[in-house]
């Protein structure tokens, strides 16, 4: 008794397309397989993903994460500052189109009131009114390396630190508590810099390239 087609299918029997009583793979096409096997098959891989097995005794434990409840005196005075710092920044807004606060750096020029805004009044007001007053505060120009201590030169502003002006004065041996180099990396004198010295003398400039251009090296074996 012969076997039908779809008992092959169903066996799992590749079904390939003939040409002139020959196989399509052996006259140097590709196999065609029909597109029930190809259903067939990707919903085997299907099923094989859904039992897949896992380990849910992983995620029995809960995951609570904890901060630390902000006090409540202390969010209503960080509300109150930054509600006093925007009114009073209004307050500087009114004067400046008026005219009567002399700080004009804030307000755009008479030449390019013709020209398209780059951006709205408001996307600028807290820059104008909030940081440029405390701006002083930070990109301070230093004349030493960032070390744990460091040398800053002194600068001054008379328009409300839009613009500075060094004075030629340098405030000597200030603590570095902005910068990131928390490694040392950075100094010229100590256990970095000694290091840095003794391993440019013996290997070069070119250490740190790749093997392909300096070669393999001890240290490439030691750091493996």
């Known amino acids: 008794m012969t076997e039908s087609s779809a008992t092959k299918l169903l066996n799992g029997d590749a079904c390939h397309r003939t040409l002139h009583g020959k196989n399509a793979s052996k006259n140097g096409y590709v196999k065609n397989h029909c597109l029930f096997q ?15 097995t896992t380990n849910p005794s992983l995620y029995q434990k809960p995951f609570v994460e904890s901060f630390e409840e902000t006090p409540l005196l202390v969010a209503v005075l960080t509300y109150m500052g930054y509600g006093i710092l925007t009114l009073f920044g209004y307050l500087r807004d009114f004067l400046r189109h008026w005219n009567i606060e002399k700080c004009h750096v804030a307000r755009e020029r008479e030449q390019q009131k013709d020209f ?74 100590g256990a970095c810099a000694d290091a840095a010295v003794e391993v440019t003398h013996a290997y070069g400039a070119g250490v740190g390239s790749t093997r392909c251009e300096m070669g393999n090296l001890d240290i490439h074996e030691e750091l493996e």
Request: aromatic share 14%; glycine share 4%; proline share 3%.
């Open 38 to 52: 190809q259903s067939q098959k990707y919903r085997r891989a299907r099923e094989k993903r859904q039992n897949a």
């Open 116 to 189: 398209v805004p780059l951006y709205q009044d408001f996307e600028n007001f807290y820059t104008r009114n909030l940081y440029m007053r405390i701006r002083d505060n930070w990109n301070r120009p230093i004349c030493s390396v960032p070390g744990a201590k460091m040398d800053v030169v002194e600068r001054v502003t008379h328009n409300y630190n839009w613009t500075f002006e060094h004075t030629g004065k340098v405030v000597k041996d200030v603590i570095n508590m902005g910068s990131y180099n928390y490694l040392g990396f950075a100094e010229n004198t």
